[in-house]
């Protein structure tokens, strides 16, 4: 069965990095769009970035442009998010998607994914 699983979180100060990887199995990663939301106490789940099957084309919520960087290795079958110049705002869980299905201007919206991971905690505080 498809199976996603987070990793890389914890604690980091303001200003830190860090570097989540998402390791998939049961699917060609090749084939798949990978998105990453994040989801803070009390908030909604919210996409942060997703990268394209067809063509690696990257996109980025607002906030997060410019410290943000969303990659994939497909011979490892993994993704990645690294995080630059984290802010307290940045702390969430952060889960990673995969939809095979082309999204478009839809790659924010959590509904259109079908494989989800378990999440990882990321905490930016001093």
Do not use: H
């Not at 990095?17 to 789940?45: H, V």
């Amino acid at each position: 069965q498809v199976q996603l699983v987070e990793s890389g979180g914890g604690l980091v100060q303001p200003g830190g990095s860090l570097r989540l990887s998402c390791a998939a199995s049961g699917l060609t990663l090749d084939f798949y769009n990978i998105g990453w939301f994040r989801q803070a106490p009390g908030k909604e789940r919210e996409g942060v970035s997703c990268i394209f099957s067809t063509d690696d084309s990257t996109y980025y919520e607002d906030s997060v442009k410019g410290r943000f960087t969303i990659s994939r290795d497909n011979s490892k079958a993994t993704a990645y998010l690294q995080m630059n110049s984290l802010k307290p705002e940045d702390t969430a869980v952060y889960y990673c998607a995969a939809e095979a299905l082309y999204l478009g201007s839809s790659w924010s919206d959590p509904s259109k994914y079908d494989y989800w991971g378990q999440g990882t905690q990321v905490t930016v505080s001093s």
